[in-house]
């Protein structure tokens, strides 16, 4: 009588003397496949149900080019495989993982994954842990996350999300993304009070700054000045000799009335910060969540 999970044989007590070793035998083939036997499955636009012998295999490998997203359905018994979607690349195109009729993922291309099942539900092995940050060199959510049925990553964009559905989430940071939307990204003060001014960085996920030049003020020292002048004055004709005799007008010093420029300078600036320093967009960021 075979077992329920990898169908190993099993043999009664004092049954197939002499011939014990058939099942044996084929038991230990189940076993060599479960920790190396490769699956090569070729795939196009239909799914597929996979034979017993193709599951028992521990690295599930799929060729061949996606016309559409397909589903690939697993036996409905736990196993554990490492899966590697060898496809064609197609940005819009995946292959979901199903085992009965609990959650499906969906894989990547070209980037083992390792999967392991319950018998109703398919599960990622070894993605980061509940509350990383993630980023994607992409401006859009990779398709293989989409198709999840409960997506392992949420993007951070400042929505709120189900705690139904991200307890472990949910406790942690409460029902609310982060917003990272063209923010940079920085670790709380933990006691250190290094970010104070405008962004109060002894609270999580709090907001602040901007790339407007900061709001300021220049003052003008101008206290006028005047312009000094020589210049010879009229006389009367009862003085046109001049005061020595000569007949030369005496010159006479005076100076122009002092007179500030005129010049003004308004307040320049909106924002309260204007610290930009060098930087490039990178894509999205994503925080894992369940």
């Known amino acids: 009588m075979p077992t329920p999970n990898l169908g190993l044989a099993t043999v009664g007590h004092l049954a197939l003397p002499g011939a014990w070793d058939t099942p044996t035998n084929n038991n230990w083939g189940i076993v060599d496949n479960i920790w190396g036997g490769v699956a090569s499955i070729a795939v196009s636009n239909v799914d597929i149900t996979l034979t017993s012998t193709q599951a028992q295999q521990q690295i599930l490998l799929f060729t061949g080019t996606l016309f559409n997203s397909i589903t690939i359905h697993l036996p409905s018994v736990g196993s554990h495989h490492v899966v590697i979607n060898a496809t064609d690349f197609t940005a819009d195109k995946t292959i979901i993982l199903r ?101 109060n960085g002894d609270v999580l996920f709090a907001d602040g700054g901007n790339e407007h030049t900061q709001q300021h003020n220049h003052v003008l020292h101008d206290p006028g000045h005047a312009h000094g002048f020589n210049a010879v004055l009229g006389l009367t004709s009862a003085f046109a000799a001049g005061p020595n005799g000569t007949g030369a007008a005496a010159p006479s010093h005076g100076n122009t009335d002092g007179a500030a420029t005129g010049i003004s300078i308004d307040a320049y600036g909106s924002g309260n910060s204007g610290n930009m320093p060098p930087a490039y967009v990178g894509g999205i960021t994503m925080i894992r969540a369940g």
């Open 99 to 199: 085992c009965g009729g609990g959650l499906a993922v969906a894989v990547p291309q070209n980037d083992p994954m390792q999967i392991v099942t319950d018998g109703s539900n398919v599960y990622y092995v070894g993605l980061e842990r509940i509350g990383s940050y993630v980023d994607f060199a992409s401006t859009d959510v990779p398709i293989w996350i989409t198709n999840c049925d409960v997506p392992p990553y949420l993007r951070c964009d400042g929505s709120t999300f189900n705690p139904v559905t991200y307890p472990i989430l949910a406790s942690q940071i409460g029902t609310t993304l982060p917003d990272a939307s063209g923010r940079a990204r920085y670790s709380l003060n933990n006691g250190s009070g290094r970010l104070i001014d405008n962004l």
